[in-house]
């Protein structure tokens, strides 16, 4: 049970800094939720908490590992080889030696393997990290490219580093041939076991694919489950369990290339799944970084002021070390001397080195080290005994670790945005909402103008207007809108001159269009929403009430069958009532003919308010649909139908209603009023948006059919 309240805290804290950042943009939300993190730690469930490594890259790193690969292919790896065995490997190795060579002569009292230690802890990087930090900034492509395969592999690099110190502390000696082959083993064989596993679930999900009735239920569940099992496979069997899930999702991005168009559904699920699960554990590494923060602050207050001083000189040092061996690796000659032809992989991170932009990327790429939960993951899963003896100086190891990610952030989070330009989109938020909002007017007027059936119109009007990107139904706005109140009156008078024109009047009697007339002018005097106080209109319908109690207790009319009675006698008797009953009903079937004919036109008086504002560039037409539902109620109660029952729609006119938007954003990118990334956007928002409607509808249909049977 206690898991279960972690988790859901856990998710509370995710929850409350995407409702927090609303308020405080600027603020980067790695830090945000660093503070929530801090926050939830006084919670009694996260009291004297310690991240346990294993469970942390098991559930929280193999997971993310898993997804990144996903984004990557073994052809762009293949060609990007180079560049990243020199980052992630070459560069972490030299990182390591000479951050530990130098805190050796530092701190005379540690060994060099504990001092290489304390380098291998904090050398990986994370990406991730610098994403959150540079958010609203323009990073160059090439080293945000470089950035996120480094943090994709020297994690492995890291660790296999820390396996071989805590090897040496171990057992004392240090074989130079022993640790190639331990890293090569990890390393490699992390790779293999990930790309086989990797390979034969693939194998397993096509087959899957091809037999299953319903392979969502069975596919979806194996991805899921896919990254936990590859990192268990592979620890097991003393390989890299981070590199083998990577390996194993760059697998599935090979299956997804290749399977392309087929199995859509499974595909389109699976990837908005894994891109939530993403979302959500790239938060949760930051909430356990700020809950684990006061458990290290309680060991700095241990050592006192002066060893705390000590202590962040040494972490600023360490950084300083791993910025300036950045800066010189990324400056490093990037020509490749065997074809002068083909960019290295250098050359494509940074530029060439006689591109005045080189010295920029590579300090851009220097600042963006920055280090995140892995390291602070890594300095937890230290052992409290070594070779039988308390593992020397592990708390100032954390201690240490955790300042080196505390200052990497914090330098990055200050530089970047004053050494980066700001990110110019292609289209701001409010472009795109224009452009969709006038998409989605012109696909109902044109398939309203396929539909005569008013039920209809209703409803496939009021689900398309659902896909703009605000809440339609907001009838407080309606009353402060001048718009809305000048077209209501219009089409009031509108209304008023239709009835009263010569082709009615020579279909219906003077009798019952003075009769509409009349509700017609009470309802536009009393505005489109009753304005009098809820005490009087309890008092106004209880009178009503009282006054009809009264009189069918004083006739003896109660039951249903005794009105039935009542009125049969009264009809027999009583010639008059019969004519006035008949009388009454010619007329309220008049009214509702009239009622009918007056929806259709003014229907129709709507479609053209729209069409005329369309062809003149106008996206605010909200007031439009906001006066048709005004008036839609009024024919309602004219006819006196309150029911709000659905009325099925076919497929074909929501299939053709979306064509109609495809046209639109097309149309527009041919004249060029739509740039590409906004079509790409839109399209996209229709595709699910016919996804969604499609799938209530087929579920509409089943509801009705089972009714049928029933």
Do not use: C
């Not at 919670?43 to 559930?59: A, G, Q, R």
């Not at 596919?219 to 003393?238: M, N, R």
């Not at 839609?632 to 659905?646: G, L, Q, T």
């Amino acid at each position: 049970m206690s898991t279960l309240y972690t988790l859901a805290l856990l998710l509370i804290g995710v929850i409350a800094t995407n409702i927090i950042k609303e308020f405080i943009p600027k603020i980067p939300e790695a830090f945000i939720l660093i503070a929530v993190g801090i926050g939830m730690s006084f919670t009694p469930i996260f009291k004297d908490f310690e991240l346990e490594p294993e469970f942390f890259m098991l559930m929280i790193i193999a997971p993310i590992m898993f997804i990144d690969g996903q984004k990557q292919s073994f052809t762009k790896i293949k060609q990007r080889f180079e560049g990243i065995w020199l980052l992630s490997v070459v560069l972490a190795v030299v990182t390591t030696l000479v951050v530990g060579v130098i805190t050796n002569h530092i701190e005379v009292t540690w060994t060099l393997p504990l001092a290489i230690t304390l380098a291998a802890i904090v050398t990986p990087t994370d990406a991730v990290a610098v994403k959150s930090l540079t958010a609203g900034t323009d990073m160059p492509s090439g080293v945000g490219e470089a950035l996120e395969l480094e943090s994709l592999f020297n994690d492995a690099t890291g660790l296999v580093m820390l396996d071989l110190a805590l090897s040496v502390l171990s057992q004392g000696t240090f074989s130079v041939i022993h640790g190639l082959e331990h890293f090569l083993f990890v390393a490699i064989g992390g790779v293999l076991v990930g790309t086989i596993l990797g390979l034969l679930i693939v194998a397993l999900r096509v087959n899957l694919q091809q037999r299953a009735s319903n392979p969502e239920t069975t596919i979806i569940p194996i991805s899921l489950l896919t990254p936990f099992a590859v990192y268990l496979i592979a620890e097991h069997l003393g390989t890299s369990g981070i590199l083998a899930v990577v390996a194993t999702g760059m697998v599935h991005n090979w299956e997804s290339s290749r399977l392309r168009l087929t199995s859509t559904t499974v595909q389109l699920t699976s990837r908005t799944i894994w891109q939530t699960i993403a979302d959500v554990l790239n938060a949760i590494v930051f909430l356990i970084l700020g809950i684990s923060l006061p458990g290290v602050w309680l060991s700095i207050t241990k050592i006192g002021l002066f060893g705390t001083l000590q202590l962040t000189a040494l972490s600023v040092l360490i950084y300083v070390i791993m910025l300036i061996l950045r800066y010189i690796w990324a400056l490093r000659d990037s020509n490749d001397k065997q074809n002068h032809h083909k960019p290295s992989s250098f050359a494509l991170f940074f530029g060439d080195r006689n591109n005045s932009q080189h010295k920029f990327y590579a300090r851009i790429f220097a600042i963006s080290g920055v280090h995140g939960t892995v390291t602070l993951a890594m300095a937890f899963s230290l052992p409290y005994k070594i070779a039988g003896h308390a593992f020397p100086y592990r708390e100032t190891l954390i201690i240490v670790a955790t300042l080196v990610i505390l200052i990497s952030m914090l330098v990055s989070a200050i530089v970047l945005p004053l050494q980066l330009p700001t990110k110019i989109e292609s289209y701001t938020a409010i472009d795109i909402n224009k452009t969709r909002d006038k998409m989605i007017d012109f696909a109902s007027l044109k398939i309203l103008d396929h539909v005569s059936d008013h039920n209809v119109r209703e409803t496939l009007s009021t689900q398309l207007q659902s896909q703009k990107n605000k809440l339609f139904m907001m009838d407080d706005r309606k009353n402060v809108s001048p718009q809305f109140l000048e077209l209501l009156a219009d089409t009031q008078d509108f209304a008023l001159m239709y009835i009263r024109s010569d082709s009615t009047t020579k279909r219906y009697s003077t009798n019952v269009i003075n009769i509409y007339a009349k509700i017609l002018q009470h309802t536009r005097n009393n505005g489109p929403k009753q304005t009098k106080s809820f005490k009087h209109q309890l008092k106004r319908t209880l009178r009503r009430y009282v006054r009809e109690s009264t009189w069918h207790l004083a006739n003896g009319v109660i039951t249903r069958a005794q009105r039935d009675r009542f009125r049969k006698n009264k009809l027999k008797t009583d010639p008059t009532f019969a004519a006035n009953i008949k009388k009454w009903t010619d007329t309220r079937d008049e009214l509702i003919a009239l009622n009918s004919d007056l929806t259709h036109a003014t229907d129709t008086y709507l479609d053209d308010k729209l069409r005329e504002r369309l062809a003149n560039q106008k996206s605010d037409n909200d007031h439009i649909y906001f006066v048709r539902e005004t008036m839609n109620r009024f024919f309602n109660r004219v006819k006196r139908d309150y029911k709000h029952e659905s009325v099925p729609v076919s497929s074909a006119l929501y299939i053709k209603a979306f064509q109609y938007e495809y046209d639109f954003v097309q149309q527009g990118v041919s004249e060029g009023t739509i740039v590409q990334p906004m079509a790409s956007a839109l399209y996209k928002e229709i595709n699910q948006a016919q996804m969604l409607q499609l799938d209530q509808t087929e579920q509409l249909a089943t509801d009705e059919y089972t009714k049928l049977e029933v």
